[in-house]
Every structure is written in C-alpha cells, then in structure tokens.
C-alpha cells in the first residue's frame, strides 16, 4: 500500500489547483482521474484537429488569486478574446447586453411597453405584500422583473436546460445567478451604453486551444515538481475509520491498487463519494444522497465548409421549438480552436438527462438534428454545408437546485464536515454551480487548511455579489460570485 501526503480525487479545475498549490509548498500529492484527459468539463475535446469546449469557459475573474494563477501557469498562451453573444427568441436575434434599437426593433414599441407596464404592476405588488418571499424560480423573476418579461425570456429557455418547470427551481438559485441585475439597469445600459466601471465585461481572457490546454499545463507543472497524476483510475472503496478516512482502493485497467495518505481532497460528484466510504454512512445521509439530481449535457459538434457564419462566440436559443440551448462559434473563441481556416466548427448544446430521448438518441441522428436546426434558424445556408460531425456526452454536468436539493445538501454538509482529514470542493464535489474560479479557490483554501488555516469551504460563492458588476475597490469587501447575465447563462460564465 503506498502512502502520500496527500491523496486528491479527480483532475479537474479544483483537483488540480489544490495539487499545484501544494506543489508550491513542496508537499507531493497523488491525482487520481478516472477519465483519458484532465480539465473535467473544462476539457478540450478534438476530432479531426477541431478542438471544442463542454460548452463555453470564458476566462474571467475577480478573485485575484485565481487570476495570479492563470496568468502563472499559462503566460502567452492566454489570448484576449471580444465578447459577442445574442439570444434567438421568435425568429429574431436580440443582441446582449441590450441595445434600444435592436430590441424596439424585434419586439416593438407595443411589447415593450407592455413589458413596462408588467414590471411596474410587480414593483407596485412587492409593496403591497413587504415581507413575502419568493420560494421558486417563476415567483422570483417575476416578482424582480415582471411576468411578461419572465415568460418571454426566462421560462422557455430555463426549462429546457434544467427539464423541470421553473416552479420546482428554489428561489435561492436564481438569486444567485442574477442577483445585482434589474430591468430598469437592463433599460439605462440599452439607452446609454455600457460606460460605467460596473457594465458587463467587453473582452475575456481565453487559453490559445481552449480550456483544456490550461489544465494540461496544470498537469506538466504538477508532474514536474513530484507528484502523480493517475489517469483513467476508478475509485471504487473508500475507507473510513469512523470520521478518518484511511485507505483509498481505485480500479486502474486491470490492476487493484490501495492508497493511503494524511489528507484527502475529492471532487468527485458527492453523491458517488458517500456511496463508495466503507463503512457506509447512516441511512439518512445516503437518502439524502439519493435525493440530489444532476442535469446531463451533450454537445454536438458540426463542421461546416463556411468562412465565417456569425460574429458571435455563442448564441442562446431561448425559442421552444428548437430542442437545441445554446450555439458556440469557436473559431470566434480562438482561430487556432480551427485547423482549417476556410471551415468553421459549432457546438450544438443540448441539455437533457441520461435515459431521456435527447440522451439515448444515436449519434448519427443527434448529428441530423443538429444539421436540420442550425439550418431553420437561419445560421446555415443549406445542409450539405455540413460536412461531418460529432457527439459528446457529458454525465452529471449540472447540480440541479429543485424544491428538495437544500435540505438534502444540509444533511451531507453536516456529516462531511465531522471529517478530520476529508474536504469537498468544486462543482460536483459540492453539489454546487460553482464556476471555474469558485471550484479553484475552494481548491485553495482546502490546500491553506491542510497547512493549518481555518477557512469554511461552504461558505465560497454564497454571498451577494454580482461577478461582473464590482469595481475593484468593492470587490476587496465581499466574497465571490458567480458572473450571470440577465438570461441566465446555463453552464456559467466560465464554467
């Protein structure tokens, strides 16, 4: 049985960066990862020598310490990249953030009125009934912005990347993707432009050959200064002793090895986690693991003997009838994302759950169904542009925040916080929609307790604060955040 400091499960954003930050402290850890690459879904995939993203990670922080580090560990290799996005909405395109004339323009001075009148009757409504607090989704924008707005660019486009009905998503969550955004903000950055020190970011930082490159170079560093990254390693046994955790087994090929270390640092989804400790923890933990539900992803990507399609580095189609949510250009991310110039490569995002019909469909004919709507939206001339394609599933992409996921979280927080040498972070590993930075400095700060520090992990990415909205100076005063435009970006900004 070999024995390390400190032993970290999965090499994505936070794995890495707490291997990598005890790298610097000359403390050796061992990765395990039970997939070919690392970045979890912040990888880069290829086919053919086109590189595309599990959706779309923009680069942009506020916690400096994340920033430091991506500047650290890839240098020029990061390039600055122009944001441009819009949403597809009844067969028009609104432009994001919000320009006066291209919305009058799509929706009319009459619906737009009527949006105003929708979220003045909801303002007048919030003081009639002061104190009353929203408990889902549907209540809480409509309360903020109005439900003619709501049903026009919120519940659609919601619905269809979580699959459930706006009414059984906790208030709590869009609290905190769009907390800090208001219509009557929306309407003075339409009508005067984003000028101010608090608009919406122009321009992101973005690694040269997508995200993965990053984690990749995460991975040299690590590997250089001692410590072991593992690759396509299932953990099968975790073993406790009461709340220490003792032993590690993992499946590597055919091979049965057995790990043992100080400390212990798993992003792996959190309901996985408790069910592989041995002994088993009480039956109230385990329903409450039970209890917690995952979106799923998959992302067909198309290449297509164009030039140049649209501007846009994504698009959002809020519209229900097309199955699919959001389109990425990434050859507007980064031309080197392209090996042909003449050609470009999209991703098509469909969100669905393992089992659905969008899931279990072959992927032969999620390639059609790709090809067949980028060409009714108009994005595509004709479909024998298309030239190839290809499919990739994404398991547990998303946590998902319905009525019962909070009292669920509460019992495994609870139980996982009694552990003397075991500490969650990220995404998964938190049940949480924490970005890319947010599952970083949860990495961080699990490396600063292990050297002694005393930082409560669970209370990263819960206070108020909008990503993009804080100057600098503001920023020093609260906690981080995660960044969210007004139509709720489904995998986050830089997810």
Request: some cysteine; hydrophobic content about 35%; aromatic content about 12%.
């Amino acid at each position: 049985m070999e024995k390390y400091p400190v032993v970290i499960i999965g090499a994505g954003p936070a794995g890495l960066t707490s291997a990598y930050q005890l790298a610097k402290q000359n403390i050796k850890s061992l990765v395990l990862e039970q997939s070919d690459k690392v970045g979890g879904i912040s990888r880069t995939e290829t086919y053919k020598g086109y590189r595309f993203d599990i959706g779309g990670h923009r680069f942009f922080t506020k916690v400096k310490e994340v920033e430091q580090l991506w500047y650290e560990v890839m240098g020029d290799e990061f390039i600055k990249v122009p944001r441009m996005s819009r949403i597809y909405y009844r067969g028009k395109f609104f432009n994001y953030p919000l320009t006066i004339f291209n919305t009058l323009s799509n929706i009319g001075i009459s619906e737009s009125s009527l949006i105003l009148l929708s979220y003045f009757k909801a303002k007048v409504r919030a003081k009639i009934r002061r104190g009353w607090e929203a408990e889902n989704f549907e209540e809480w924008v409509s309360d903020r912005f109005g439900s003619r707005l709501y049903y026009m660019f919120f519940k659609t486009y919601t619905e269809k990347v979580w699959g459930i009905p706006c009414t059984q998503i906790r208030a709590d969550w869009a609290a905190q993707r769009i907390q800090g955004m208001s219509l009557k903000r929306a309407i003075i950055n339409a009508l005067f432009g984003s000028q101010n020190a608090k608009s919406l970011i122009k321009e992101f930082d973005y690694p040269l050959l997508g995200p993965g490159m990053m984690w990749e170079r995460f991975q040299e560093k690590v590997e250089s200064k001692g410590s072991t990254v593992l690759m396509e390693t299932q953990v099968t046994r975790i073993e406790r002793e009461g709340n220490r955790i003792k032993s590690i087994t993992a499946l590597q090929a055919d091979k049965t090895i057995q790990i043992t270390g100080n400390d212990f640092i798993s992003t792996m989804p959190v309901t996985a986690l408790l069910h592989r400790l041995d002994p088993q923890p009480p039956e109230n933990v385990l329903a409450a693991a039970r209890g917690l539900k995952y979106r799923d992803f998959l992302i067909v990507s198309i290449v297509i003997n164009e030039e140049n399609l649209f501007p846009d580095n994504w698009i959002y189609i809020h519209s229900p009838e097309f199955k699919v949510g959001r389109i990425q250009n990434f050859k507007n991310w980064s031309p080197a994302m392209v090996p042909d110039a003449s050609k470009t490569c999209l991703g098509m995002e469909y969100f669905c759950s393992e089992g659905d019909e969008l899931w279990e469909m072959a992927d032969a004919e999620l390639i059609k169904l790709a090809s067949r709507e980028i060409v009714d939206l108009g994005l595509v001339g004709k479909q024998s542009k298309i030239e190839d394609g290809v499919v990739i599933r994404q398991y547990k992409a998303y946590p998902v925040y319905d009525g019962e996921y909070r009292q669920h979280l509460q019992v495994i927080q609870d139980y996982l916080q009694k552990f003397e040498n075991l500490q969650t972070v990220g995404r998964n590993g938190m049940h949480r929609y924490n970005n890319q930075d947010h599952s970083m400095l949860t990495g961080m700060l699990a490396v600063k307790n292990i050297l002694g520090e005393n930082h409560d992990l669970w209370n990263v990415n819960t206070e108020r604060s909008y990503h993009e909205e804080f100057t600098k100076s503001e920023w020093s005063s609260v906690k981080p955040q995660p960044p969210s435009d007004l139509q709720l970006e489904p995998t986050g900004s830089n997810s």
